[in-house]
């Protein structure tokens, strides 16, 4: 069974700090998909990201950057010189090559103080 | 501009009343989803359709229903059977499996709170 745990519930920094959001799956395929989602006060999920299990290659887009390691079935998510815009709920989901669904994370509440 | 759109954003429900969601998409998506989500937890799926006329339980479907009528419509009714309703309903769609661009990416609508008073 697909399983995504992200083990922080919220995280509070200051403003240009940079911050990592864990993200651990479970999964017995081979072949599966790994995702994040920004959910903004507004509250619908913007995509961030896709990742397919046989690229390993970290992914750097402007101030964020993804880490997947499947020696320890992680997926973190790091925001470097974080700002106020950044504040969200962060969800991480996973999405096996046989399934139609993705399973989501819980989320991990993001605060980011000026 | 493309799109998911859902309605209405707010709703209010009186116990034992059926109250229907719309969700309504232009993207030209084969495949739409309705999840919950409930207060500090993430998301979790109710029902689901690959194609029109066809569509199946997701992990929490009891006390809801769905129909796919048509390819860009995928409304939701929550029954007087869901015995705890109150939550934030997201709909969503994606291209079908085998697109290897977007497999299972799947982009989200505002969503409905709905509240059962």
Known sequence: AQKVTQAQTEISVVEKEDVTLDCVYETRDTTYYLFWYKQPPSGELVFLIRRNSFDEQNEISGRYSWNFQKSTSSFNFTITASQVVDSAVYFCALSEERAQKLVFGQGTRLTINP | ?117
């Not at chain 2, 493309?2 to 969601?21: A, D, H, M, W």
């Not at chain 2, 030209?28 to 799926?45: C, K, S, T, V």
């Not at chain 2, 009528?69 to 929550?78: A, R, Y």
């Not at chain 2, 989200?108 to 059962?116: A, D, N």
Request: charged share 20%; hydrophobic share 30%.
């Open chain 2, 1 to 117: 501009d493309g799109g998911i759109t859902q309605s209405p954003k707010y709703l209010f429900r009186k116990e034992g009343q059926n109250v229907t969601l719309s969700c309504e998409q232009n993207l030209n998506h084969d495949a739409m989803y309705w999840y919950r989500q409930d207060p500090g937890q993430g998301l979790r799926l109710i029902y689901y359709s690959q194609i029109v006329n066809d569509f199946q339980k997701g992990d929490i479907a009891e006390g809801y229903s769905v129909s796919r009528e048509k390819k860009e419509s995928f409304p939701l009714t929550v029954t007087s059977a869901q015995k705890n309703p109150t939550a934030f309903y997201l709909c969503a769609s994606s291209l079908p499996k085998g697109l290897a661009l977007s497999y299972n990416e799947q982009f989200f609508g505002p969503g409905t709170r709905l509240t059962v008073l």
